[in-house]
């Protein structure tokens, strides 16, 4: 349960999360390719943090709760990883 | 007993009896595979002629059902959903309705599975691994609607035990009794809630694999058929990431059973309690990283072949701390050797058997020559056979007690047990020697290769033991059946154990206790100075102190 | 009081407790399918040309619709915790009706592409972007039929006042969101 003094404004939260998406969209209109890859996903990354820790109040749970996000994003960037030398560096 | 019942009970007895008949339906396909291989293109006694497409069906079916409709089922749905809310002192789990949910969607499944044996071209023909291209179009195989409800049914079975994980989870975490703390937990309940990690985590990428599978062969999408710019090898990696993990989702409750039983008859605690559980967690944590080396030879980059080799060999480690533990325990204790005793030894020395030979499997450039051959399935038959059959049938006979309130006959336990022991070692160990000679797997017909004729004695050797071994199940199901009925009736605690399974009644009350426990101690103060006894119940209050 | 409420060894509620591990769960599912779709991708040249089809102006629309829902949906919550009875009702039905905005779009979207000739078969990069939004599409449906339930008990006045579901559905509301967080760049920005 979240009382008052912990509770996110979530339309700050809202005005923040649109404002990410414009950000990316410049980004594919004015940035190189490569710079603009970059900063999308950095924007996407700040965007499901936004809403995970406000949103899904994760800002105000226990440890457990977190390892139970970061966890499994380890086994997937584990995978990611190991896929790279037979898809990425390929045949 | 209700039908459908939210009692945890009553569910793992639900779950018990589908895994029990699976296992019926696995060990005859055994019975088709071996004669087929022993006397090739003969007449399968009470069958006919086996033809190599379904031969290769018949095996498919045989690893499914063996991996996904017994040993998931047994080992963890029935033994995790009777013993943790009985074990950590709770009335139920913590989502009664999900846990009914989950039995009866798996129940789905099984139909789904069945119902593909009869459809128009016959069940999945693919392996049980399943790999593209052969199984991403219908033409490859000549089977279509059968391999479509194959993933249908592990799609479903998945659902059922992510279902299941989360109770398992959620209850050991938040309904522990008053004073069970994490680490006062048996050591079964750590093995069950690893394996429902191991198995939430590492089942979402074949879920994803298996949707991209299921729309190659429905939708016409290309992931894995080159002829569209898919790889074939996505699915291998996709596959075994999952697939590693969920050889120890299976092991795990297999060496809890095996770790709960061996004190209780040793008289004598657990020897290493907390290293345990830290290479417990450990192995888990590595099995992430081992899976490639099912894929050696798979064309995927050389490069990988020395970390993941190095891997491998490292969680061997883990495994061997567990098996010295077990015999630390038993080292100059007060053994005896009712049947649960003698199949939890049993399982130990079949799976470090089966943990010696998976170094050799684990090096890439041993791997190179026995990939692929009989090798491997002896291997794989050491492991997993120890950890489903012999644990299971140690965690029957030790809780069929508590589950049904009767006792099992001794003389029938210990008949079924060195028939077990003794035909198991009779298939299993010749094989490795087929292997090493060349003998392919999956191929249905030895004879077809000069260089294997002269190993064809070995085959014929092994399909006679497997035969036996089958039929060595017989007194075991005759005793279950007849001492449901008419066993000696079991009073709370027959063996005097500590864990709080035993302080209820044979069987339980619906919500478990008559009173909600309190914990003291670990579940494994045996020939403790504190007592009077040679136990000392997890529950009992301490003597008051001297002042 | 039900048992899931009344016992909880660590403080967290038993319900939160089994849904975050569903999610944790899910991770996975989603971060398989979109770990092949990057390292294919990686290996294969871009697929710009393929993408450059993609119907930008619709996805973004989504993308909007799916945030906002995220803001209905935690101001559900927040009604729940405050106890109003009608802004909770009124959230709920927003999300709802977002929710089926987000199938209408991408159904159309679908029709658009399928109608060009871009159909699953049309490629490896149509073969992801079919799987991954198809995959999605199918959990915001989900989510959409508990918000369902729950806005009819809202509506029907049986949800309790301390009502944990709303909470829970939101958790898995605001995961939904999220992979589309990740998805909209990955297919239609990149």
Redesign the interface.
Known sequence: ??SDAH?PN??V??LW??GL?FI??GA?VFLSKGA??LL??L??LV??VL??L???HLKF??P??YA??I???L??A???F?????????H | MKIFSTDHKTIAKQYLSLGLFWAIVGGLLTHLMRWQLAYPDTEVPGWGFIAPDFYNMVVTMHGTIMVFFVAMPILLAAFGNFLIPLMIGAQDMAFPRLNRLSFWVFALASAVLLASFFVPGGAASAGWTGYPPLSAKAEYTGVNWGLNLWLLALALEFVSFLMGGINFLTTTINLRAPGMTFFRLPLIVWMQITAAVLFMLSVGPLIAGAVMLLMDRVVGTTFYLPEGGGQPLLWQHLFWFFGHPEVYVILLPGLGIVLEIMPVFSRKPIFGYRPIIYSTIAAGMLSFIVWAHHQFLSGMDPRLAMPFSITTIVISVPFALIVFAMIATLWRASISFPTPMLFAIGTLSIFIIGGLTGIFNGSAPVDIYIHDTYFVVAHFHYTLFSATFFAGFAGLYYWFPKMFGHMMNEILGKIHFWLTFIFFNAVFIPMHFVGLGGMMRRIANPMQYDFLQPLQPINVFITVAAIFLLLSQIPFVINFLWSLFRGRVAERNPRQANTLEWTALSPPLHDNFERVPVVYRSPYEYSSPESPEDWLPQDQPPAVAQS | MSRSESLTMTGIPTGKVGMWWFLASEIPVFGGLIASYVVVRLGSGGWSDASSHLNFSLALANTFVLLTSSLTMVLAFAAVEDRKPKRLQLNLLLTLLLGLTFLMIKGFEYAGEIGHGFTPGAGIFWSFYYGMTGLHALHVLGGIVVNLILLVAALRGTLKPNEHRVELAGLYWHFVDIVWIFLFPLLYLA
């Open positions: 349960m979240t509770r979530y339309f939260v809202w999360l649109v998406v990316s969209i594919s603009a890859i999308i996903f924007v996407a965007k499901a809403v995970l406000n949103y899904m749970e226990r457990l709760l139970l996000v966890v499994p994003l086994i997937v584990v995978l990611v190991a896929l790279f030398p037979d898809f990425v560096f390929h």
